[in-house]
């Protein structure tokens, strides 16, 4: 299995450090609002690596966080504005409340678009421990150091393979003059925080051997990814945008902290659009699960519309492409059903698909690829019914479509439906064209689908 190596800059094949196990840590859902469909394009790129690695026999550890502390400020403004504060003041719940109102929905949204849950989804504010624990480290190795205020932040030029992933250098950062935190203590503009002071009327914030405070974003995942994957792990994903500063930060605090490299492969994803727009809150652009319910769409049609694109691309989200992606998943499943049991023998032609889908997910998830082995199964005239149910109940394991789904539930013809099909298919056998569209119209007129195949008639219920 390949993957594209946000580090490297290259596709490169999937070597995990245990023999036979991947260890994945995917960034996790920020909890002070919901989650929409650009955010769950990430974490289906979690999903799917997932699926594809354990497609091809690996077992895969997924560990995924919560995100209730730490990110809820925006640091590039001097005012910084807790958002979570701030959520709080407009739902009038207190800081637990709201971050276990949205971990619920941002949950339910992920197994809605089908995304497995993860193995373990660590929440920050019950690891704040390990981030003091992972600061005192790198204040003690020289890579952070403390100021009056009581904030310790992390020494970027004491780092110098800072900026490796993003290319963001400490020489690039101040020659751009970026808007980056104002804090005179700061040795370098462009350090970042590891444990901030609490102001006044802070909630949220913790005893710590600096006083009271509350710990950086990019602290919680170095810390959470280490103490559940090891030094050193296979795969770290994220969306585009947490390249920099969130996972060149997370290089710094890991690699400071253990002396040597600890993630493998960084996978980031493509954002989603919307009217040439990245899907953001700042945006008001967003779409919910909660709006492709409401108007009639499976949410699982959302991945088939997202395998349209390859991961790393942006993509443009249209209500008219969704539409064709769930008639299109809603059609597979009724072909899946139509198509009878599966084989358990595959025939040449069949192999051949199969490995033409197997290579396309293993070479670093090329999804469209895939989709069109999917659409060259469904007419391909070499493949039996059979072969085609078993090849896509397999295949389903990665696209994660339900495809089963109408052959599951299970529609039994009443006696007089049956009475009928015999009838029309003597019409037929007879050349009574007449008497055979009579009877076609009147199984139409009890709600169902008819339709000629090989075998003579066959019905079931209509949409
Ligand atoms: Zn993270």
């Known amino acids: 299995m390949r993957l594209y190596n946000s580090l490297s800059r290259t596709v490169e094949e999937l070597v995990p450090v245990e023999s036979g196990r991947v260890k994945m840590y995917a960034c996790g859902p920020t909890v002070y609002r919901s989650v929409h469909l650009g955010n769950l394009r990430t974490f289906m790129l979690a999903d799917l690596i997932r699926r594809a690695a354990e497609f091809e026999g690996y077992r895969v550890t997924l560990v995924q966080n919560v995100t209730d502390v730490g990110h809820m400020t925006d640091e590039s403004s001097p005012e910084a504005v807790d958002k979570m504060q701030l959520a709080m003041e407009d739902e009038g719940l207190q800081p637990l409340e709201i971050a276990d109102k949205y971990t619920k929905s941002a949950l339910e949204d992920m197994q809605a678009v089908g995304i497995r849950l993860p193995d373990l989804m660590p929440k920050a504010t019950d690891h704040i421990p390990e981030m003091i624990d992972l600061t005192e480290t790198l204040i003690e190795r020289g890579h952070a150091y403390l100021v009056d205020t009581g904030s310790v932040y992390y020494d970027v030029a004491s780092f110098p393979d800072y900026g490796k992933l993003s290319g963001n250098t400490v020489d690039k950062l101040k020659a751009g003059h970026r808007d980056l935190e104002t804090d005179p203590a700061k040795r370098n503009p462009a350090d970042f925080a590891l444990w901030k002071s609490a102001g006044p009327g802070r909630l949220m914030k913790w005893p710590s051997p600096w ?134 023998e595959l025939g040449p032609a069949a192999k051949d698909l199969d490995s033409r889908f197997r290579e396309a997910v293993a070479n670093d998830l090329d999804l469209p690829t895939a989709v069109r082995a999917v659409n060259d199964l469904d007419h391909d005239p070499d493949v039996t019914p059979g072969e085609k149910r078993a090849l896509l109940a397999s295949w389903d394991q990665v696209l994660g479509l339900d495809l089963e789904r109408d052959a599951r539930s299970a529609w039994e013809p009443s006696d007089e439906i049956r009475r009928l099909v015999a009838e029309r298919d003597q019409a037929r056998a007879d050349k009574d064209y007449p008497r055979s569209d009579e009877l076609r119209d009147r199984l139409q007129d009890m709600g169902l689908e008819v339709m000629d195949t090989a075998e003579g008639t066959r019905v079931r219920p209509r949409d």
């Not at 319910?293 to 049609?301: F, H, K, M, T, V």
């Not at 998943?329 to 084989?343: I, N």
Request: hydrophobic share 35%; charged share 25%; net charge negative.
């Open 211 to 344: 006083g009271e405070g509350f710990p950086g974003w990019h602290v919680e995942c170095s810390a959470m990814s280490m103490k559940y994957l090891g030094d050193r792990f296979d795969v770290h994903t994220g969306g585009n945008d947490l390249k920099f500063p969130h996972h060149e930060d997370e290089i710094a605090q890991s690699e400071g902290a253990v002396g040597h490299q600890v993630v493998s492969t960084w996978a980031h994803g493509g954002f989603l659009r919307l009217t040439g727009q990245k899907i953001a809150k700042s945006a008001g652009n967003v779409v919910r699960v909660e709006e492709l319910l409401e108007r009639g769409y499976d949410p699982l049609a959302f991945r088939w519309l997202t395998f349209q694109t390859r991961y790393r691309s942006e993509m443009d989200f249209t209500w008219e492409a969704m539409a064709t992606a769930d008639q299109r998943v809603k059609q597979l499943r009724r072909h899946v059903a139509d198509w009878g049991p599966p084989s358990e």
